[in-house]
């Protein structure tokens, strides 16, 4: 019996073992965090500033992912899950950067103001797995109102003025 015991005892430490140096071995595959350095001229808030009410969602709810001021959280360093959430935040900003915003270009972000009243409205934005985490990115019924009310009438003066 003790035989036995000992056995199990040794191939436990192997398996744990295994799994530590598989978890290190992981930790290698880290994506890249890049925040590319912010150009006052070509951000949304800096720029061309919305209301504070509807700036602060903006920030708080969609920045993370829509922006290059991206905050990190401990754990976006972690694989495999950094693969996940840097893969959100690469397709978050390739589709809408708001640190790239074309302010030069009225009919591209009268484009872009559509959309996020879309998605503001309908609740597929922020994504439900970040507001799961990030209670502070959570917008009521009112807030979301107000914002895509915001977002639908920077569509409309743009465009006029186009
Ligand atoms: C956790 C990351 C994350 C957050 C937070 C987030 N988004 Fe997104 N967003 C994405 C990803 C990923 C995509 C592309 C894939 C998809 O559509 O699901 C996307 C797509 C979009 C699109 C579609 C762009 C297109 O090509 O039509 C819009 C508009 C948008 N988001 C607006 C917002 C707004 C507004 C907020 C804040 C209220 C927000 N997002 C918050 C990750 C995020």
Redesign the pocket.
């Known amino acids: 019996m003790r035989h036995v015991k000992g056995k199990v005892k040794r191939s436990l430490k192997w398996v744990i073992g295994a799994g530590l140096l598989l978890g290190a071995a992981l930790q290698l595959t880290n994506p890249s965090h890049s925040n590319p350095p912010v150009v006052a001229g070509r951000d949304l808030l800096a720029a061309h500033p919305p209301p504070a009410p509807v700036a602060g969602?903006?920030r708080e709810?969609?920045?993370?992912?829509?922006s290059y001021e991206t905050r990190w959280p401990w754990y976006s360093y972690v694989a495999p899950i950094s693969w996940s959430?840097a893969?959100?935040?690469?397709?978050?900003r390739?589709?809408?950067n708001f640190s790239e915003w074309p302010l030069d270009d009225p009919s591209r972000a009268r484009k872009?103001w559509n959309?996020?009243a879309?998605?503001?409205d309908s609740g597929?934005?922020?994504?439900r797995?970040?507001?799961w985490i990030?209670r502070k990115?959570r917008?009521d019924a009112q807030q979301r109102g107000q914002?895509t009310q915001y977002?639908q009438q920077e569509a409309s003066r743009l465009a006029a003025e186009k």
Do not use: S, W
């Not at 709810?61 to 829509?66: E, G, P, T």
């Not at 893969?87 to 978050?92: A, E, R």
């Open positions: 969602f903006l709810a969609c920045y993370d992912c829509h959430l893969g959100h935040v690469n397709d978050g390739e589709r809408l872009k959309r996020i879309d998605v503001v597929d934005m922020p994504l797995q970040y507001t990030h990115a917008l914002l977002a």
